[in-house]
T-cell receptor, first 108, second 113 residues
């Protein structure tokens, strides 16, 4: 079967660093996406990894290990506006994305 | 700016009264998706089109139908909405070229009275 696992909720303080983990088991792999979704709004694209390693984009970084079926999203210098749900999604061997249930991050 | 547009943003309907949600895109993407998302859950794919080829998910109820008259527009028809169909409906587009990134519209929040 196909499965994406990520923690349900996380909390952190303003200015801190937080790491949101995602593990996956899918048939085929064509890349892993992280989306940010504020309450009542649509998901917005944050990052895409298809090769092993770290992709850095400003305060956000995303890491992928294909052999371990593992990714993480790293958020630095947290701000209140980063309070949102973070969705991990994998592109398999079809046109479809397989989404995790999302990690709700609360920044205090 | 190229974008995905959904109308209306908020839709209220009565139990059993048919409703249509619309989505349009200026990205010229050949794939369009409809998702249902309930509170604190992941988006659930209902169906998608690759050009005019319709792909229904196995667990999508018959109550949900879709039309794609041309590349730019796609509609979601709910024939007899039930209380359990109240949700956010997200339209997304994508291209088979490259990463398969999906671009989401702002969503339509459906309330069923």
């Amino acid at each position: 079967g196909q499965n994406i696992d990520q923690p349900t909720e996380m909390t952190a303080t303003e200015g801190a660093i937080v790491q949101i983990n995602c593990t996956y088991q899918t048939s085929g792999f064509n890349g892993l996406f992280w989306y940010q979704q504020h309450a009542g709004e649509a998901p917005t694209f944050l990052s895409y990894n298809v090769l092993d390693g770290l992709e850095e984009k400003g305060r956000f970084s995303s890491f992928l290990s294909r052999s371990k079926g593992y990714s993480y999203l790293l958020l630095k210098e947290l701000q209140m506006k980063d309070s949102a749900s973070y969705l991990c999604a994998v592109s398999g061997d079809t046109d479809k994305l397989i989404f995790g249930t999302g990690t709700r991050l609360q920044v205090f | 700016d190229a974008m995905v547009i959904q109308n209306p943003r908020y839709q209220v309907t009565q139990f059993g009264k048919p409703v249509t949600l619309s989505c349009s895109q200026t990205l010229n993407h050949n794939v369009m998706y409809w998702y249902q998302q309930k509170s604190s859950q992941a988006p659930k794919l209902l169906f998608h089109y690759y050009d005019k080829d319709f792909n229904n998910e196995a667990d999508t109820p018959d109550n949900f139908q879709s039309r794609r008259p041309n590349t730019s527009f796609c509609f979601l028809d709910i024939r007899s909405p039930g209380l359990g169909d109240a949700a956010m409906y997200l339209c997304a587009t994508g291209s088979r070229q490259g990463s398969n990134e999906q671009f989401f519209g702002p969503g339509t929040r459906l309330t069923v009275l």
